[in-house]
């Protein structure tokens, strides 16, 4: 039922760099800014990057985002135990109705 | 702090029903849209439906047109969900959010609770 298309999986040792992958479409990436939430094990969603590629207060630098066209992408650069997680972009969709999609999600994992 | 505080999951039979709450503390509460997301068993999330600040707009997922309404009562600083003609699908972890921005609507979800559990089973 998602319309954000991510990989499942992504993985790598601590200090590496990861990228995540999130492609959409016109009516969503395409004309609207794209957010990303990280997921911790058993907790509620946290918003770890808006307005493409924006970080909140408290959210460390080497979280990083980026779009072009209808896709975008999360990079976390020097990797930690603390980042395994599973990590969820999403934007407003405006086809036929509003709504707000969030992609399949991409499960981190710190080897 | 900020905080959101759901309410009102449990276990219910299929067609039946079951309003969710969501108690909103700590900023102005009537001056934010509010979401309900909802996750299950090892899924990913779904957004479910979304309701301006005044409460003049809402908007639906397609799966929950038509059986779930979404409302506020912004003199009780509370959000709410009513969920009527249950399927099994609809058993999840069920999450309020607020709208990052006062008064807007395409922002990001800042603040999440902490999520309460719906099941639908026989």
């Known amino acids: 039922q998602s319309v954000l298309t991510q990989p499942p999986s992504a993985s790598g040792t601590p200090g590496q760099r990861v990228t995540i992958s999130c492609s959409g479409s016109?009516?969503?990436?395409?004309?609207?800014?794209v957010n990303w939430y990280q997921q911790l094990p058993g907790t509620a969603p946290k918003l770890l990057i808006y307005?493409?590629?924006q970080r909140p207060s408290g959210v460390p630098d080497r979280f990083s985002g980026s779009k072009s066209g209808t896709s975008a992408s999360l990079a976390i650069s020097g990797l930690q135990s603390e980042d395994e997680a599973d990590y969820y972009c999403a934007a407003w969709d405006d086809s036929l109705n509003v709504r707000y999609v969030f992609g399949t999600g991409t499960k981190v994992t710190v080897l | 702090q900020v905080q959101l505080v759901e309410s009102g999951g449990g276990v219910v039979q299929p067609g039946g029903s079951l309003r969710l709450s969501c108690a909103a503390s700590g900023f102005t509460f009537s001056s934010y849209g509010m979401h309900w997301v909802r996750q299950a068993p090892g899924k990913g999330l779904e957004w479910v439906a979304f309701i301006r600040y005044d409460g003049s707009n809402k908007y639906y997922a397609d799966s929950v047109k038509g059986r779930f309404t979404i409302s506020r009562d912004n003199s009780k600083n509370t959000l709410y969900l009513q969920m009527n003609s249950l399927r099994a699908e609809d058993t999840a972890v069920y999450y309020c959010a607020k709208v990052q921005r006062p008064y807007q609507l395409l922002y990001a979800f800042d603040i999440w609770g902490q999520g309460t559990m719906v099941t639908v089973s026989s």
């Open positions: 016109s009516s969503n990436i395409g004309s609207n800014t």
């Open positions: 307005s493409n590629n």
